[in-house]
């Protein structure tokens, strides 16, 4: 190397590589997620949405599971409605049993949720005594007893006994059958005496303050300050009762042996539907008859929804 000569300069060296970068926390948590909600996602799709997609289509069709579904289009539908009488009756009964059963619910559960929002004592034991009900009403087994009860040597006509009044079979009698069902229905009305006494629990004592000293009484009181405090959880308890009550089933089929007797009195609709689609094997009539209850609650429901705005009052309103 000569004077003056400037000396190489080496290359900088390369850059050693980056280890290879797995997935962000962000993404390893969404993959958990899914990875947990898998087995739900799977339930759902094949024991819920896939089942009610296929009988959607087997409605349009004949189908008695024994040979292959044959297409008939509307002609379930136009069945139901035309030539088959049994089925109007079915509606009929629900109909009445939905419009009687749900408001004497309501107003009984309120009732007894304003007695027990008094300060009384064994509040928590009297709560579990008036829930349970709900809990076992829908059973089989409680079916049977209501049967016993109601029936010609039943308890009801042993205590009518006792004053003189001779009572014949209640079950048995086609005036009175569907009665004992709504009796049955408003004897389960723990959970939504449980739904109305917490939000009477809500309820700012000083609105019932400013009201007494307004110089209203008990029953303006509970007009004006009860009951707009309360029209959400009616709301509520409004459209899941009568969901429930269209749904109906275990009751009429054990008190009337699945026949919905007598003389078709507690037909609902959901044992008619079973007796087309398992007793007959009409599936595809079953089918027409689910999906137009569908349809019937998926209308209230929306209705109820729309006319919510016009009654139904929130306490964050101005």
Same mark, same amino acid.
């Given at each position: 190397?000569?004077?003056?000569?400037?000396?190489?300069?080496?290359?900088?060296?390369?850059?050693?590589?980056?280890?290879?970068?797995?997935?962000?926390?962000?993404?390893?948590?969404?993959?958990?997620?899914?990875?947990?909600?898998?087995?739900?996602?799977?339930?759902?799709?094949?024991?819920?949405?896939?089942?009610?997609?296929?009988?959607?289509?087997?409605?349009?069709?004949?189908?008695?599971?024994?040979?292959?579904?044959?297409?008939?289009?509307?002609?379930?539908?136009?069945?139901?409605?035309?030539?088959?009488?049994?089925?109007?009756?079915? @509606?009929? /009964? !629900? =109909?009445?049993?939905?419009?009687?059963?749900?408001?004497?619910? $309501?107003?009984? &559960?309120?009732?007894? *949720?304003?007695?027990?929002?008094?300060?009384?004592?064994?509040?928590?034991?009297?709560?579990?005594?008036?829930?349970?009900?709900?809990?076992?009403?829908?059973?089989?087994?409680?079916?049977?007893?209501?049967?016993?009860?109601?029936?010609?040597?039943?308890?009801?006509?042993?205590?009518?006994?006792?004053?003189?009044?001779?009572?014949?079979?209640?079950?048995?009698?086609?005036?009175?059958?569907?009665?004992?069902?709504?009796?049955?229905?408003?004897?389960?009305?723990?959970?939504?005496?449980?739904?109305?006494?917490?939000?009477?629990?809500?309820?700012?004592?000083?609105?019932?303050?400013?009201?007494?000293?307004?110089?209203?009484?008990?029953?303006?009181?509970? @007009?004006? /300050? !009860? =009951?707009?405090?309360?029209?959400?959880?009616?709301?509520?308890? $409004?459209?899941? &009762?009568?969901?429930? *009550?269209?749904?109906?089933?275990?009751?009429?089929?054990?008190?009337?042996?699945?026949?919905?007797?007598?003389?078709?009195?507690?037909?609902?609709?959901?044992?008619?539907?079973?007796?087309?689609?398992?007793?007959?094997?009409?599936?595809?009539?079953?089918?027409?008859?689910?999906?137009?209850?569908?349809?019937?609650?998926?209308?209230?429901?929306?209705?109820?929804?729309?006319?919510?705005?016009?009654?139904?009052?929130?306490?964050?309103?101005?």
């Amino acid at each position: 190397m000569t004077a003056g000569t400037a000396a190489p300069v080496a290359p900088p060296a390369a850059p050693a590589p980056s280890p290879a970068r797995g997935p962000s926390r962000r993404t390893r948590e969404a993959l958990a997620a899914y990875g947990f909600l898998a087995p739900w996602i799977a339930g759902m799709l094949l024991l819920t949405i896939g089942p009610m997609i296929y009988s959607l289509y087997l409605s349009f069709t004949r189908y008695n599971l024994m040979t292959p579904a044959q297409w008939v289009g509307f002609d379930n539908y136009v069945r139901m409605f035309t030539a088959d009488p049994r089925y109007l009756a079915s @509606v009929g /009964v !629900t =109909l009445r049993y939905v419009a009687i059963s749900v408001p004497l619910l $309501l107003v009984v &559960s309120l009732a007894v *949720a304003m007695l027990l929002n008094k300060a009384i004592a064994f509040l928590p034991g009297y709560r579990a005594a008036f829930y349970l009900p709900s809990l076992i009403a829908s059973s089989v087994a409680i079916a049977v007893l209501w049967r016993q009860v109601f029936g010609q040597d039943g308890i009801v006509n042993k205590v009518l006994a006792l004053v003189g009044i001779e009572g014949g079979s209640w079950i048995g009698n086609p005036g009175t059958a569907l009665s004992t069902l709504v009796v049955l229905h408003v004897w389960a009305f723990g959970s939504t005496m449980i739904i109305f006494l917490a939000g009477l629990r809500q309820v700012p004592k000083e609105y019932y303050e400013a009201a007494a000293v307004d110089g209203a009484g008990a029953v303006r009181r509970f @007009v004006h /300050v !009860t =009951l707009p405090m309360l029209t959400p959880l009616i709301f509520f308890n $409004l459209l899941l &009762s009568t969901v429930n *009550a269209f749904q109906a089933f275990t009751p009429a089929y054990v008190i009337s042996g699945g026949e919905g007797g007598p003389l078709d009195s507690t037909l609902f609709y959901t044992l008619y539907l079973y007796q087309r689609g398992f007793a007959n094997l009409e599936m595809g009539y079953a089918s027409a008859m689910a999906w137009t209850l569908v349809v019937v609650l998926a209308l209230f429901t929306a209705g109820l929804f729309a006319t919510a705005r016009f009654w139904v009052h929130y306490g964050d309103e101005r």
